[in-house]
């Protein structure tokens, strides 16, 4: 069993629409929880940290359940500039990251 | 923030023959590590690239085949050796910031032949 898994998708949404995309990790010691956003032949970026409390960040909000080991992201208002590929990604202790293959999302006109 | 160039950004070779990949980043950094991104797989750590000692390879990985260099704090070499098709992949140098972000190079996409 991976450590992190997703739903590969592809998700097509029309613009406007809100999306979420869910992720379970099998380390229960996970430390640090993350998405990164990958562009088509691109390198991934930090889209946003996760927190225990959860956080938002303008459009983008994510979740952390510690207890399930299920991380969420919900984008709201879909933009044709959001579509990629969505990574949900790890630490557990030290310093290796560890990567979902990633959920792909395309926002249509 | 980090600003890493790696190159090259992508090379067809032959089997058998060996690759080096170039990584530098714009300031001096601790960790700095290779991944490997097969085709519609997650990134999977390849190893970490130590300053002044060996490469921490993970599982699956030996350094006979991924011979790393990391002479100084800003640049570091992965070599692919002994190339098969198997080894067609996008590679990707990565450093971390305080453990709060990770920042890549923007990937050498091999093709092996």
């Known amino acids: 069993r991976k450590e992190v898994e997703q739903d590969p998708g592809p998700f097509n949404v029309p613009e406007g629409a809100t999306v979420a995309f869910n992720c379970t990790y099998s380390?229960?010691?996970?430390?640090?929880f993350f998405w990164y956003r990958q562009d088509c032949r691109k390198e991934p970026k930090l889209l946003m940290s996760?927190?225990?409390s959860g956080n938002e960040d303008g459009r983008f909000t994510a979740q952390l359940n510690r207890a399930s080991q299920y991380i969420s992201l919900l984008i709201r208002d879909s933009k044709l500039s959001d579509s990629a590929t969505y990574l949900c990604?790890?630490?557990?202790?030290?310093?290796?990251?560890?990567f979902g293959k990633g959920t792909s999302l395309l926002v249509t006109p | 923030s980090a600003v890493i160039s790696q190159k090259p950004s992508r090379d067809i070779c032959q089997r058998g023959t060996s690759l080096t990949i170039q990584c530098q980043v714009d300031?001096?950094?601790?960790?700095m590590f290779w991944y490997r991104q097969q085709p519609g797989q997650s990134l999977t750590l390849i190893a970490t690239?130590?300053?002044?000692?060996?490469?921490?390879?993970e599982s699956g990985f030996v350094i006979d085949k991924f011979p790393i260099s990391r002479p100084n704090l800003t640049f570091s070499t992965l070599t692919v050796s002994n190339m098969s098709p198997e080894d067609s992949s996008i590679y990707l140098c990565?450093?971390?910031?305080?453990?709060?972000?990770?920042?890549f190079g923007q990937g050498t996409r091999l093709t092996v032949v």
């Open positions: 990565s450093v971390e910031v305080r453990l709060t972000e990770a920042f």
């Open positions: 380390n229960s010691a996970s430390q640090s």
């Open positions: 996760v927190y225990s």
């Open positions: 990604v790890v630490r557990n202790s030290g310093y290796a990251l560890n």
């Open positions: 300031s001096q950094v601790t960790m």
């Open positions: 690239a130590n300053q002044g000692s060996e490469a921490t390879y």
